[in-house]
RNA sequence: GGACGGGUGGGUGAGUGGCUAAAACCAGCAGACUGUAAAUCUGCCGCUCCUUGCGGGCUACGGAGGUUCGAAUCCUCCCCCGUCCA
């Protein structure tokens, strides 16, 4: 029985950093015959490898993967370009019968993705810059004062410290000739077509912070200061976006010789727990989310994943043939 | 043994008689976030009580005494740390 669902299932597993999201997406890959799909403003970029914690290469040769290293260090990742790009490689995983499996780490990334963005102008750095410029002069504040004239309601829920969403809201009004918040109201473009389930990693915050601790003094024996120091000997600009990743800003000023390799590594242990609790207080508020206590690597928890997306109709591999 | 300098809330560190539960920063906790999101920003941050209020009580600036209406701030003794002289 069990009517196949009118849209064919898109699975997401998201959580913080470091709680095994790309172990599971292979594992669930592996036993429902899908693609791995990164959902990461970092592992876009190539070249970034070891501290964007990108999955190895055995893992990419067993099973694809995609969006990943589409970026050079140029480039600008934004929420609305991945999801333009993510939404080629669905229409592309359908034609070919297979599973997507996101691994987030970006929360935005996948809202954007599903549930759309408004429909308001693109980044504009000429527009930027000139605002930038402003703030500098007469402080962030005034930049609250412009907004305020051209969206009140938009002015009333940033904060006047915040230059950056300041920047866009600003932008945004000035571009379109309408204020923010009216484009925002008019709506998104939700994905059409998929039915999405999530899936949530929780493991316990003193063990992830372990693990962030160990993955941190794993990825600095893996050579990732000489991978610092090789993106920058390539004559890639330093004010390149992915430079100020998590690590790879510390690490650039030991190689700087601004700080030491062990003010560096604590630095970035720490950087990135709270990275890992932003992100949390970002998913709590996903909608539907199947979470489960652990660790992605950890087999129980694995089969658990996989019990409960069978239990909302995926076949596992080879099912779906026999069924059809 | 002697001479100085210093001991402040989880950390660093201001504060030299009342406006100080004690600046600031960090860490921590909670939160916001529709095109920079590994970003950006906000709130809380001694304990406790309630009629949750620019509310009450208690504890707190190494320890013990003292001066004072009032002390982290002044005095005495003690303990500890640092530097220097023996």
Known sequence: MNPPNASPPLVAVLGPTAAGKSALGVFLSSQLGGDVVACDSTQLYRGFDIGT????????????????????????????????????????????????????????????????????PQRSEELRERLRLTAQAHGPRHLHGILSRLDGEAAHKISAADEQKLIRAIEVCLLAKVPLTKLQRSGRSPLQGWRALKIGLAPKREALHQRI???????????????????????????????????????????????????????????????????????????NVHWIAGFGDDPPVQQAALQWLRQQGLQARGEEARRV
Do not use: C, N
């Open 53 to 120: 914690a990108k999955p190895t290469t055995m893992e990419r040769s067993a099973i694809p993967h995609h969006l990943l290293d589409v970026l050079g260090a140029q480039d600008t990742a934004t929420a609305g370009g991945y999801r333009q790009m993510a939404l080629v490689v669905l229409a592309d995983l359908r034609a070919r019968g297979r599973l997507p499996v996101f691994t987030v780490g970006t929360g935005l990334y996948l809202r954007a993705l599903l549930e759309g963005l408004a429909d308001v």
């Open 213 to 287: 601790h160990a993955r941190t003094d794993a990825m600095l024996e893996k050579g990732w200061l000489e991978e610092v120091r090789a993106l920058l000997d390539s004559g890639m600009p330093e004010d390149a976006k992915p430079f100020d990743f998590i690590g790879y800003r510390e690490l650039r000023a030991v190689l700087h010789g601004r700080s030491q390799l062990e003010e560096a590594r604590a630095t970035i242990q720490q950087a990135t727990r709270r990275y890992a609790k932003r992100q949390l207080t970002w998913f709590r508020r996903e909608p």
